[in-house]
């Protein structure tokens, strides 16, 4: 099987950066996309093809990319993007879509 | 404007199969490049991918569920349907369909999703 691995909580506070990781094999060749979810709600996707943001997508939230890890950025948080966020990629050969464990960012 | 909404029952039996309907405006299933997925959340828990289907008829699934799960299409209707059998209390989760846009470059990646419904497996 195969594994998108992300830190199960991060806590900023107010104006702070914040900085999701997700790390994968896998993410060598294929691109990486990031959503958040927040309570009772359906994702949004944030970030696609690791570094491109949707219309509607506050520039304070950036993604990046480094071997085979991932980064969604937050800079300057606010309340209202306390969250959990899912990573999401494909399997080396593109065959299987995968999502990382989530992480719950805390605005502290 | 894109949107996707879920419909099927609420609450299944254990060992009866599942049968849920994304229904979908904004988009078509014809398009090239196109597609629709379905995704379970189990309370508490992680997103996790179920199956999809693309404009091309193609279809993919989990590996895990590949054996209990189908997903089929009807464009005339703007609907994908998703089966799933023997079902067991452990697939008690919300179930999403959304909005696939895919490339041979870089996958797919879920642009839009539905609002998500509860299914709840219990004697």
């Known amino acids: 099987s195969y594994e998108l691995t992300q830190p199960p909580s991060v806590s900023v506070s107010p104006g702070q950066t914040a900085r999701i990781t997700c790390s994968g094999d896998?993410?060598?060749?294929?691109?990486g996309h990031w959503y958040q979810q927040k309570p009772g709600q359906a994702p949004v996707l944030v970030i696609y093809?690791?570094?491109e943001r949707p219309s509607g997508i506050p520039e304070r939230f950036s993604g990046s990319r480094s071997g085979t890890t991932v980064t969604l950025t937050i800079s300057g948080v606010q309340a209202e993007d306390e969250a959990d966020y899912y990573c999401?990629?494909?399997?080396?050969?593109?065959?299987?879509?995968?999502f990382g464990g989530g992480t719950k960012l805390t605005v502290l | 404007q894109i949107t996707l909404k879920e419909s099927g029952p609420t609450l299944v039996k254990p060992t009866q199969t599942l049968t849920l309907t994304c229904t979908f405006s904004?988009?078509?299933?014809?398009?090239?490049?196109?597609?629709v997925g379905w995704i379970r959340q189990p309370p508490g828990k992680a997103l996790d991918w179920l199956a999809l289907?693309?404009?091309?008829?193609?279809?993919r699934y989990s590996p895990s569920l590949k054996s209990r799960v189908a997903i089929t299409k009807d464009t005339s209707k703007n609907q994908v349907v998703l089966t799933m059998t023997n079902m067991v209390p452990a697939d008690t989760a919300t179930y999403y369909c959304?909005?696939?846009?895919?490339?041979?470059?870089?996958?797919?990646?879920?642009?839009?999703w539905g609002q998500g419904t509860l299914v709840t497996v219990s004697s």
């Open positions: 999401q990629s494909a399997d080396s050969s593109g065959t299987y879509v995968v």
């Open positions: 959304a909005h696939i846009l895919y490339s041979s470059r870089w996958g797919e990646y879920f642009q839009q």
């Open positions: 896998a993410l060598s060749k294929q691109y």
């Open positions: 904004g988009f078509s299933l014809i398009t090239s490049g196109v597609g």
């Open positions: 289907i693309y404009w091309n008829d193609g279809t």
């Open positions: 093809k690791d570094s």
